[in-house]
């Protein structure tokens, strides 16, 4: 199953650099599908476990109005909006003990000095892409905090796959709104699959 899901994502990346077109149309959400049901196949049903699967579900559903040749952006941000609501939720399930702030504060302020750093390019869309931001930093730090209270698999691979998630939706952001550059989309692609992909191994480890 890993194996197919690997292979998916490369051909994507391929795909959208070298063609065929159908191939970069199908593969980018047949590859998290895959991961929907890797996680079905394998892992032990439980809230953190259906929180995940419901939020991979609204990631495919992002990708494919990302992916329409009419402009469908507004649509895939909501879709990933709740999505990283979903995996916020999830990441909150888990966490037992005392919660400190800093992390938070932190998160914080790198989302702010990274939307004023986008602002001047946004257009209309700045109010879209600052909620969609503060919806993507609330979920890295809810991982984060996830790690810092437990410190098991999971919560790294929790935390790691957020991450990469930041990073992936930063280099969009970047390619889209200020400057286009010919690797976005291999970045883009690699860090969002492998943080999926994570956020599945979180599943399997718990």
């Known amino acids: 199953m890993w194996l197919c899901i690997i292979l998916l994502a490369v051909l994507h990346i391929m795909a959208a650099y070298l063609g065929p077109r ?3 149309y199908v593969s980018k959400p047949l590859t998290v599908i895959l991961m929907v049901v890797a996680c079905l196949w394998s892992g032990v049903p439980s809230f953190y476990y259906w929180a995940i699967i419901v939020g991979l579900c609204l990631s495919v559903l992002g990708d494919i ?3 329409l040749p009419q402009d469908r952006f507004i649509a895939g941000l909501i879709s990933f909006f709740l999505a990283h609501v979903v995996y916020s939720v999830a990441f909150v399930s888990q966490w037992q003990g005392h919660v400190g702030w800093w992390l938070l504060a932190l998160c914080i302020a790198v989302g702010v000095v990274v939307f004023l750093l986008l602002l001047p390019y946004l257009g209309k869309l700045q109010i879209p892409v600052a909620l969609y931001m503060g919806v993507i930093i ?4 809810t991982a984060g905090q996830f790690w810092l209270l437990s410190h098991s698999q999971a919560a790294l691979l929790a935390m ?3 991450v990469l998630f930041v990073l992936s939706d930063l280099t969009l952001a970047i390619n889209r709104f200020k400057q286009e550059f010919t690797a976005s989309t291999a970045i883009i692609m690699s860090t969002y699959f492998i943080a999926q992909g994570l956020f599945v191994g979180s599943v399997l480890a718990l």
């Open 22 to 24: 159908w191939l970069f």
């Open 65 to 67: 109005y990302l992916m």
């Open 138 to 141: 609330l979920m890295a730090y």
């Open 160 to 162: 790691v796959g957020a």
